[in-house]
């Protein structure tokens, strides 16, 4: 039996994914609402797509990209910047013991399935997929 707290290759625990969501949830109503006063904040909407707790809950990694993908770095160095304040805006509307020290990265998801879309679209890969559907057939 082991010990799921050592356990790399469990998952996140129901309740890291509940604080996750919740903290995702405020996070992008703050900025949506523009609490925070930083132009370069102000100036491009930025989607918070997912956020990871960790399994003590003491850090949450907010994954976000700015609305068109323009102006990635200017968007993560003032999220940075502004983090003490973003950390004490969503904190208020949570009642966990500790307010979690909020980290930023660039959500790649959106770079990864535009690269999975273009490699559909591919006229080899769409002959190979032609090609795999037409033995499927034939095997039943």
Do not use: C, W
């Amino acid at each position: 039996m082991g010990n799921r707290r050592f356990d790399n290759t469990a998952g996140p625990s129901q309740r890291q994914l509940r604080v996750g969501e919740l903290i995702r949830r405020e996070l992008a109503d703050v900025l949506a609402r523009g609490d925070v006063h930083d132009d370069d904040l102000a100036r491009v909407p930025i989607t918070v797509s997912e956020v990871r707790a960790s399994p003590d809950l003491k850090i949450a990694t907010a994954y976000i990209m700015p609305l068109g993908g323009k102006g990635q770095k200017e968007a993560l160095a003032a999220l940075r910047r502004n983090k003490v304040e973003l950390r004490h805006l969503v904190s208020r509307a949570m009642t966990l013991k500790y307010a979690p020290d909020l980290r930023f990265q660039l959500d790649e998801t959106f770079d990864r399935m535009d690269e999975t879309r273009r490699l559909f679209e591919d006229e080899r890969v769409q002959r190979d997929i032609a090609a795999g559907h037409d033995g499927d057939a034939s095997e039943t």
